[in-house]
């Protein structure tokens, strides 16, 4: 096999290779988000419940003040209706006055609590919602990752194989250079010389269609032992058949 053939074969299974492990680290990916936004959905609930918890807790004292507050008043009716002179009428009534002004605002307070306590089961029902359903795509998330990587291990480890046999066929500094260009251009390691005019020499590189110094495809023509690159992009450059044949 010539240069170029052995080159476009590592660049082939280099692709497969890379495709392959896409798949998986979207996959992952795509888990990862999902997990990250049930762990600040499950947080926000569990705030939200805690805060809900908390108002209840409020009504449940103040309940506790304003039945307290009745039984005093009902008590000191009863001393009212007993009393037996006029000072200690006076003195009692306005205690019970107090009282029910007190009763009341803790009513009022508790009225205002109890509203506060229904918005915040609204939400904390519709926050368990929301958990719910994110809970379900990331378990669907988990399992379209389990069974990716269980589709394309085999795969991978053929291919791994397969490339490792073609990157032994290259020369040390060719093979160098290709790993550097794939690294640099995710993978998109080869170019095909593109001609618009041999009359006029007029080539350019297909992958980032700057104009070529004609030189490079001379060189490209007169031997197969060595590479030549797009002087833009760094991308390895190669002949199509029918050019390669002209």
């Keep these: 096999m010539t240069l170029t053939e052995d080159l476009m074969s590592l660049y082939r299974v280099d692709s497969q290779l890379r495709g392959l492990r896409t798949r998986v680290e979207n996959a992952s990916d795509l888990l990862a988000a999902r997990t990250r936004k049930l762990h600040k959905l499950t947080a926000e609930h569990d705030e939200k419940a805690s805060q809900l918890r ?82 379900r795509l990331c378990e669907a998330a988990k399992s379209e990752h389990e069974e990716c990587t269980t589709a394309v291990g085999e795969r991978v480890g053929e291919l791994e194989t397969e490339r490792s046999s073609a990157a032994d066929r290259m020369p040390d500094a060719v093979l160098t250079v290709f790993e550097e260009v794939a690294e640099i251009t995710e993978g998109e390691t080869l170019a095909a010389v593109i001609e618009l005019s041999k009359k006029d020499r007029d080539y350019t590189c297909g ?39 002209a």
Excluded: F, W
């Excluded at 509203?115 to 719910?132: G, L």
């Design 54 to 135: 908390q108002l209840q807790a409020q009504v449940a004292n103040l309940e506790g003040e304003s039945t307290d507050y009745k039984a005093r008043i009902e008590k000191l009716r009863s001393e009212l209706n007993a009393s037996t002179n006029d000072k200690q009428y006076r003195a009692i009534l306005a205690e019970m006055k107090s009282l029910e002004t007190l009763r009341d605002e803790i009513e009022t307070t508790q009225l205002g609590e109890m509203e506060k306590i229904e918005r915040a089961e609204a939400e904390a029902n519709t926050m368990a919602d929301t958990v719910s359903n994110q809970s």
């Design 207 to 245: 992958a980032c269609h700057v104009t070529l110094p004609y030189h490079l495809v001379v060189n490209l023509h007169a031997n197969d032992t060595g590479i030549q690159q797009c002087p833009n992009c760094d991308r390895i450059l190669y002949l199509e058949a029918a050019e390669a044949e």
